[in-house]
């Protein structure tokens, strides 16, 4: 699948902004999909989990009770409400998607399709 992620933008601690993936390609409900963040000279973490029918979440601690994970597959979309942001929120949002009806998340190296990403920038 080729996937699309937008919605980032640049936001004051304590503000709120939704991030959106969208996917294209064959069988996208039986993709299981998740969040990673980039910040500027550091690796690509974790940051939440879907799985391919939405019934299940997984998500970073920093980000448990802030954020939230969803999906809507007629829609072929996820998205990421990430309120209460913080600076160290900030980065580059990656979405990325492996098969597996199974599967819930995992490490960056688990996943085969990636989207490019979305620059979220928090100030203080």
């Known amino acids: 699948v080729q996937l699309q992620a937008s919605g980032g933008g640049l936001v004051q601690a304590g503000g709120s902004l939704r991030l959106s993936c969208a996917a294209s390609?064959?069988?996208?409900?039986?993709?299981?999909a998740a969040w990673f963040r980039q910040a500027p000279g550091k690796e690509r973490v974790f940051v939440a989990a879907?799985?391919?029918?939405?019934?299940?979440?997984y998500y970073e601690n920093s980000v448990k009770g802030r954020f939230t994970i969803s999906r809507d597959n007629a829609q072929r979309t996820v998205h990421l409400q990430m309120n209460n942001l913080k600076v160290q929120d900030a980065g580059f949002y990656y979405c990325?998607?492996?098969?597996?009806?199974?599967?819930?998340?995992?490490?960056?190296?688990?996943?085969?399709?990636w989207g490019r990403g979305t620059l979220v920038t928090v100030s203080s």
């Open positions: 990325a998607a492996v098969e597996g009806p199974g599967f819930l998340w995992g490490p960056v190296t688990a996943y085969d399709s």
């Open positions: 879907i799985n391919f029918d939405g019934a299940r979440t």
């Open positions: 390609g064959w069988n996208w409900s039986r993709y299981a």
